[in-house]
RNA sequence: GCCCCCAUCGUCUAGAGGCCUAGGAUAUCGCCCUUUCAAGGCGGUGACGCGGAUUCGAAUUCCGCUGGGGGCACCA
């Protein structure tokens, strides 16, 4: 990846967990993150949270790359890139926060816990049951050393909590104004797990810290681990970054988007025939307006108009109605030697024709998606025996005609391109309709005879790839 | 249960006190165009959650309620 080389104080990163394909609300996260660097002269950081070993596969990181690059959303450092703030992949940096907690351990802002998953589980029960919330309730704050050797003696291993200081947090965002924390809500929190790798919240700060963030732009999903977040940077002694937090994404049901909602991964709008540049247009287009009402927009508009500061603050529903939509408008937008290439995987057994760029042209109107593109180019196969709905516009004895004066014509043409198939359509419909018959009355009789069916591409189109000589033996065939 | 966020057509949104008998997009319905299916053009249906307060005047400000969502993990 390249950056941008005018980079200059704004840093802000993406930071997906690799337990998963990417999600369509991560990739709109990625995307403000990216619209807001670009903007901006900033840098934009990927950092792979996989602190989690259980859930966390290198596999699905590759992907979530593979996808972001598809999407057209590239970084300036990350895990692919020799960047000064690396390493990128939180399991790489364990060292660092090590030393962090070191830090907050020596200077008695962190404290060992020994308290088992077991007990953790019966406190919150507790809590949950006499209507309190659930926070841990401070056993191990104030153990004595003699306490503490007592149970390392046990071969207890400590996790490590952060001592929530007893003040209000305050802190700015850029969507919501001022927020203000009770401190009585947290409760001290796990920054080290007992096998000694850093949680969650812990390894955000440190990194976000050590890596020079100046705005974290995250999901609302975020706006209450923020106040931890605050916390920790204070105590810590770094500077706290500017944070904005945008709305969820919704699914049909006003839920958080997820699994159950259906396809909720971008590789699944890849697969089903999205286009990369439709995703980013649409997901651009869920909390924000264009000022103008223009809303088919490529990703040079978008750079051009968005501003992160408009976005609105409430969740918006995914509608695949909308999305479908603007699939067909980017369709019909897409260089067609680009649609081209995109379409070869969603229609194999054309691909190779080399009529293949004038059939994907010819169905463009008709699709929504390219895993439309088999069905519309059916007709472009093997002739169909006429159903009996079809078949009276061969037999009637106008049809008759058509078909022999089409044969007639045929024979004594050249066949070059689409301009002489549409000359020639031109001229079998211009002679019937001279004698008083309607459009549909002479080229339906073509259509069906060429193709057994009612539906398909522009007759000019179906002659050319099907070429003169077919053409000629399906019109006798009848 | 506690904390936090949010609240305009089904959906995405415009609207920052009078320009709003609330605008656009999508979906839906109808008409036109059309060799088919589409695409396109034109038009219709359709929303300020409720209650107070402030004001000459509120979708727009304030409070309460209701509703929806999120968080409260040795997940991220």
Redesign the pocket.
Known sequence: MTGSNMQNSIRVRF???P?GKLHLGSARTALFNWLFARGQDGTLILRI????PE??KRSLEDSILDDLRWLGLDWDEGPDTCGAHGPYR?RERAETYRVHSQRLLGEGKAYP?????EE?EEK?RQA?AA??????DGTCRRLSEEERRGRELQGLK??IRFRVPDHEIFFEDL???S????PD?I?D??IV???G?A???FSVVVDDATMGISHVIRG??????TARHVLLFEALGYAVPLYLHH??L?G?????MSKRHGATAVPDYREMGYLPQTLINYLA?????PPA?K?VLDKDELLRLFDIG?L????????K??L??LN??HL?MAPLSELVRAAGRFAPEWSDNPHFPLMVES?L???VTLSDLPR?LAPFGPAEVPTEQVAHWVRSESGRAVVEKAIDILENRDLGGLEDAKQI?AEIKRDFMEKGL???E???PV?VALTGK???????YLLVVLGLEESISRLREL
């Open positions: 930071a997906p967990s337990t949270e996989d602190t989690d859930r966390s939180q816990c020994y308290c088992t998953l953790l919150k949950m209507g309190r919330t659930p926070i841990y400590p996790a969507l919501h104004g927020m203000r924390f009770s809500v409760g929190f796990i797990r007992s096998d790798s949680g969650f919240n609302e999903d975020h706006l209450t681990n709305s969820l919704l049909p049901d006003g839920s958080k287009l869920l909390s924000w307006s009402e809303e408009d609105s603050p409430s969740p918006a529903v995914f509608d109605a909308k479908d939509w067909s408008k019909h169905v109107d008709n699709l519309y359509i309607k459009a549909r002479v080229l339906m259509r009612d539906k398909g591409p522009p007759l000019p």
